[in-house]
Each structure stands twice: as structure tokens, then as C-alpha cells.
């Protein structure tokens, strides 16, 4: 996935968790649409390298948005909603081989308990739902999910083990966001609850992948699986 054109600056501070002053390159300073509802812990500091995209659309109230954060040498993509969009991609030039075969990709269907999956690949008689998880934490030496509690999370964990339950294939997807080099692992210290649902779901036929992307300040693309 391109970026539309991105413009750098310094973090000033991230507030209400959607918002985020910062001083552009430029001397100006603006406030920044956060798309990431997470606690960011490790992706954002004050004084950080930023990048923002600007749409002068009259239907936003705000007209920067937050894509990129660099920590020490290794860029992030904070916008989580990138996620989805590099992993329709990768399924689609068939980077992520496990999910090749289907005829059919949409996104964000309905299903379970008022949800919407992210993917349902269709062929035929076969369904397979894939719910992506963008992964921005890292903890020590390991890059870590969820980076706050979450259970909507969880509701989604066990939404995908009902599928299975109903003859479907399902697949958890985690897509690392961020350019360290490390393992990934789930973050039971922080949501002891997911990570014991993931073990029960997982061990009851929900796949996982855990695909690691590539980021520089033109485009962002999943390129290769780490487990």
C-alpha cells in the first residue's frame, strides 16, 4: 500500500486517545487524527519522529492524520486500519499462501453476535473467516498483542471458534506493523482473559498466522511469515 503524501514532524503529546498534537517540519503545529485505540505503549513518546497524511476534505473535522511513529531506529505504522488493507493485498498477490484458493474476498461482513469479520474468503461450498489483529507492542525483545486490555478482542476469538464449530475454517491473523526484527508472543501479563481464550479457541481448530510487514516513508506491504 502507498501512502498519499506523508509530512514529518515531532510529537508534541497524544490526548483522548484519538487526538495527538504535533509541530510539523514546517514550524506549524496541528492536531492529528489518532487512528488507534490502543494504548500505543512503545510506538509514541514526546519528541518522537511523525508522519501525518493531509486530506482537505470538508466532511473532516480534522485534516491530518497519524500514519507513521519512529522509536529509535524501527519505524510503526500506527494507523491500525492499515492492517486490514496490506493483508487484502497480500492475499490478493498471494504473499500469505495459506489463504490462496477462494474465489471470492469481502471485506467486512456481517456475522456472530453483531460483528463484522474483516475478511470472508468464499469458493463454492467453503468459508473461511480471517480476523486481523494489527500488532504495534513490543515488550523487552518480543513484539507483543493485545497492548491493552480488549474484549472486543476476545468476543472476536470466540466468534471465530463458533465458525469452526459450524463447519468453517477460521483464521486469526496477526500482522506485525513495525519494522524490530523479533518473535511475536501474546501479551498474557496485560489480558490474562484473551490470551487464555486464544489457547482454548486455538487448541478447537482456529488457525493462526502471523505475518510480518515492511515499512519505509512511500509504502507499507506484508512480506513474510514469522510463525
Known amino acids: 500500500m502507498k501512502f498519499d503524501k506523508l509530512y514529518s514532524g515531532k510529537l508534541i503529546k497524544r490526548y483522548k486517545r484519538f487526538l495527538a498534537d504535533i509541530v510539523l517540519d514546517s ?11 490502543g494504548a500505543m505503549t512503545s510506538c509514541i513518546e514526546e519528541n518522537c ?13 480534522l485534516k491530518y492524520t497519524l500514519e507513521l511513529t519512529k522509536m529509535g531506529e524501527n519505524l510503526i505504522c500506527t494507523n491500525t ?21 477462494y474465489k471470492n474476498l469481502k471485506p467486512e461482513q456481517k456475522y456472530g453476535q453483531n ?3 474483516d475478511i470472508l474468503l468464499e469458493d463454492e461450498n467453503k468459508k473461511c473467516y480471517v480476523e486481523i489483529k494489527s500488532v504495534s507492542l513490543r515488550l523487552n525483545n518480543t513484539l507483543a498483542f493485545p497492548d491493552a486490555v480488549t474484549s472486543r478482542g476476545t ?7 463458533q465458525m469452526v464449530k459450524e463447519g468453517h475454517r477460521s483464521v486469526m491473523l496477526y500482522v506485525i506493523q513495525r519494522t524490530d526484527n523479533l518473535p511475536f508472543r501474546l501479551a ?17 481448530g482456529v488457525e493462526v498466522l502471523v505475518y510480518q510487514s515492511e515499512i519505509d516513508l512511500e509504502e507499507i506491504k506484508i512480506i513474510k511469515k514469522i510463525s
Open 27 to 37: 514550524g506549524e503545529t496541528i492536531t492529528a487524527h489518532v487512528p488507534n485505540s
Open 49 to 61: 519522529p511523525v508522519w501525518v497524511t493531509f486530506h482537505d476534505d470538508k466532511k473532516r473535522k
Open 81 to 101: 486500519g492499515v492492517a486490514n488493507k496490506i493483508a487484502i493485498e497480500a492475499i490478493e498477490n498471494g504473499t500469505i499462501k495459506e489463504l490462496q484458493g
Open 115 to 117: 460483528s463484522r469479520i
Open 155 to 161: 468476543k472476536h476469538l470466540l466468534e471465530l471458534e
Open 188 to 204: 498474557e501479563e496485560i489480558d490474562k482473559k484473551y490470551a487464555k481464550t486464544f489457547e482454548e479457541v486455538t487448541k478447537n
